[in-house]
């Protein structure tokens, strides 16, 4: 590949759009993991369809790959480039095309920021469900690539969930528009819940019509609990959930993690204390739930559990919750995973990530989502270290083998990206890795589309 | 095809698994809808995966199509039986093999009712939400390969939503599993999203792992109201969205309808009612939602309003709901249709279908999933006249345009089967359609599954 083809792609398009500076096409390279990048031939900083439509012919023509890309905010790689692609950003496509609080929708342009997109909607007394813990700088098209998870996923489902309606840019450039506006529909096969996931393996997402949903009326009621056990906390998750609680938010927090924030905060962290629950209830009776959920606390054998009556305190408790990643940050460069397992395994899935701690000598730090069963062992490492040592790639390798042996996933909501490709067969199998290939194929028959990613 | 061919299957299998007695095989050839079947080889009643994998094998050495088969309570034509097929029918493996309570989910073989699970997952607390109006007589596995749709859609969305994962024999005899135990995950591309509505034409459902819910702690509160006025009607309905009310059920019948039920069972319908709409609400504070509902009917114009402070009256209120099909059967032959649009497009879309019905001079009868903009039109023909006559046709064709022309779509939970085969590309376009067949070739290169339907 040579300069004179990514030239040919600048002229194409409007001024300004490709960059080839070795340094800004870095920038544009990285997600938030480790994972070092090849070199890009350039970066699109799309600003339109066309611009993607002319992109993705030039790179048909040329035969070149193409990493898709929203804010980079990934945790497997997903939109790590490769050797000799391009970089194809949508991040400048940041329109909100149409919000209709009658119909319950937004269209919106794949670089709108999840949190703006929510914040739009609240307006209208409407919220965006989906909020990935990344969500005031991820972008829609980027969690609609990933499927992203996050907090309020307990009650109101994962991105595929509030996904409609896709405008799609294949490979050799043709718009493909899968499912509609209306919130029920059969006709033909699922493209939109396809192609949602598909980590940009399979088309470019140019808009989205989305899903949004009654924002509740009032703030919600909090409570924060401490366990002496993490197997009572892991009762408790099973109390609230059977109770039908239906908390919009259910938290789990280790040990490990409460100690790397209270070094870095001072939370006042008792000695005895193996975990903390923080839940929510967003009902129109929020404070006879959090009532409930502090009551069924207790009985699973809490120490401790504080209920907050003010928004202030509130955010304090989340407050916790928020400063988990970035107090781990502090210790160590992070490889931060994903499994899920069903609910009735958490306690044992917990036990496994402190076995293999134990056993291969890695600092682990746990936070869950615990009412999806949803964990996030971050495996902490020297920060001098640029790539995770062996001796974490081994204690990873078990936690995954153990959520796995327990009926689990190797990611609840990160996606598989470049991180994950090796163990993925492990889950799947080699007849549903020949199938993906295939659709993949139907798709994007050159391979073009982020290749070696997700699948 | 021979006699022999399906010899050699009947001596695979084992005793008793085939049917050819002309007489039964017709009687499993045919769904609700009018559509006469071609004449099928034979029948399988398969007990086990092993009868379907033996099933397949024998039908891709012989190139045989083979139409799978749940309850054949459809109402597109996705399981009428095509000239030479064999009829696979799932019926008899109808067992629950696991019910978890702590994780919310059960495994099932494809032939067990629907309302079996229900009433199954109930014991425990919980419930098994898809509920199609067939759900007495309905398979859960039918259920799926429709992606049906239901009374408590509005609440708890649509068969899909309820599928984690599935155990599928693919054309060749292979069995892969999809999805999984956990209610979040993202490897690989969403298989089970793409088998769940795809009408057997990828697979054969042998097992599903499916989603349960909490089941609500006391009866529903119900609400029906009289409105002089279709447009007022679907205001109320808009109002009842808007204000976070979250109707468990929320349908509206028409003038039509009404009398049809009338003329049968004499509900005492006055003059100048124009459309009822029937509430519930399942909230622990259902009574006062309720209450609310009833308050925005009014404001909405309601004549009169109901509400349902009994079991017995609730069963009455819903029972009108209930007779609503069997009313119109009475009134001659049914073709029953499905269009669904955005939720503000209700009254446009009511106002096409009383004018398609006053051009080409049929009687219309339309119910709705009024909170999910889904409306069944039943256009009613002489009972002595199999096919719907050409003016049934024409009136159909205004209705299914108008839909698209409104931002909506054929089908919101029925499917497109057979009978709507020659509209599905007004809405999909062809590029979709060519994606649509490249799928179905990853899955079925032989092309022998329920080929001629669904895409």
Redesign the interface.
């Known amino acids: 590949m040579t300069g004179s083809t990514i030239d040919l792609l600048a002229k194409a398009l409007p001024d300004g759009r490709v960059l080839t500076d070795p340094d800004v096409t870095d920038s544009y390279s990285r997600d938030r993991t480790f994972l070092a990048p090849g070199a890009a031939l350039g970066v699109v900083l799309a600003q339109s369809r066309d611009d993607v439509i002319e992109t993705l012919r030039w790179a048909t023509a040329h035969r070149v790959p193409v990493v898709p890309r929203g804010a980079g905010t990934g945790l497997a790689g997903g939109a790590t480039a490769s050797e000799g692609c391009v970089v194809l950003s949508v991040a400048k496509m940041a329109q909100i095309k149409e919000l209709?609080?009658?119909?319950?929708?937004a269209v919106v342009e794949p670089g709108v920021i999840t949190a703006d997109l929510d914040s739009a909607a609240r307006e209208h007394?409407l919220m965006y469900a989906p909020d990935p813990s990344s969500y005031e700088i991820s972008t829609v098209g980027g969690n609609l690539a990933?499927?992203a998870?996050g907090l309020r996923?307990v009650k109101y489902?994962?991105t595929?969930?509030s996904a409609l309606g896709l405008e799609v840019v294949l490979a050799d450039g043709?718009?493909?528009?899968?499912g509609?506006?209306?919130?029920?529909?059969?006709?033909?096969?699922?493209?939109t819940?396809?192609f949602?996931?598909?980590e940009g393996t399979?088309g470019v997402i140019t808009a989205a019509t989305v899903r949004l949903r009654?924002a509740p009326?009032g703030p919600p009621a909090t409570i924060a609990a401490e366990f002496a056990s993490l197997r009572d906390a892991a009762s408790a998750v099973?109390a609230i959930?059977?109770a039908?609680c239906?908390p919009s938010l259910l938290e789990l927090l280790d040990r490990a993690t409460l100690k790397a924030i209270d070094d870095w905060r001072n939370i006042g962290l008792e000695a005895g204390v193996a975990a903390m629950l923080i839940a929510q209830s967003d009902a129109?009776?929020g404070q006879a739930v959090a009532r409930r959920m502090h009551d069924l606390c207790m009985e699973n054998g809490a120490s401790f559990v504080a209920v907050s009556d003010s928004p202030a305190e509130t955010e304090e408790l989340i407050g916790i919750r928020r400063m988990a990643y970035t107090a781990k940050e502090r210790l160590g460069n992070c490889l931060v995973e994903d499994v899920?397992?069903?609910?009735?395994a958490l306690p044992d899935m917990m036990t496994a990530i402190e076995g293999a701690a134990a056993r291969h000598d890695v600092l682990i730090c746990t936070v869950a989502?615990a009412g999806?069963?949803?964990l996030h062992p971050v495996f902490v490492f020297d920060h001098g270290v640029p790539e995770p040592p062996q001796n974490v790639w081994d204690a990873a390798d078990e936690v995954f083998r153990a959520a796995l042996d327990l009926?689990?996933?190797?990611?609840?909501?990160?996606?598989?990206g470049l991180l994950?490709r090796r163990w993925?067969e492990l889950?799947?199998?080699p007849?549903?890795?020949g199938?993906?290939a295939?659709?993949k194929?139907?798709?994007d028959p050159l391979g073009i589309l982020n290749p070696g990613k997700?699948?």
Chains 1, 2 share one sequence.
Do not use: W
């Open positions: 209709s609080a009658a119909d319950e929708i007394g990933t499927n998870g996923c489902g994962v595929r969930d043709q718009v493909l528009n899968t509609r506006r209306t919130v029920k529909g059969v006709t033909g096969y699922d493209l819940g396809l949602v996931g598909s399979l009654r009326l099973s959930i059977a039908g239906q129109t009776d899920c397992v069903p609910r009735s989502h999806d069963g949803n009926g689990g996933t190797l990611t609840g909501e990160h996606g598989v994950k993925l889950e799947t199998g007849l549903a890795s199938i993906n295939g659709i194929k139907v798709f997700a699948i």
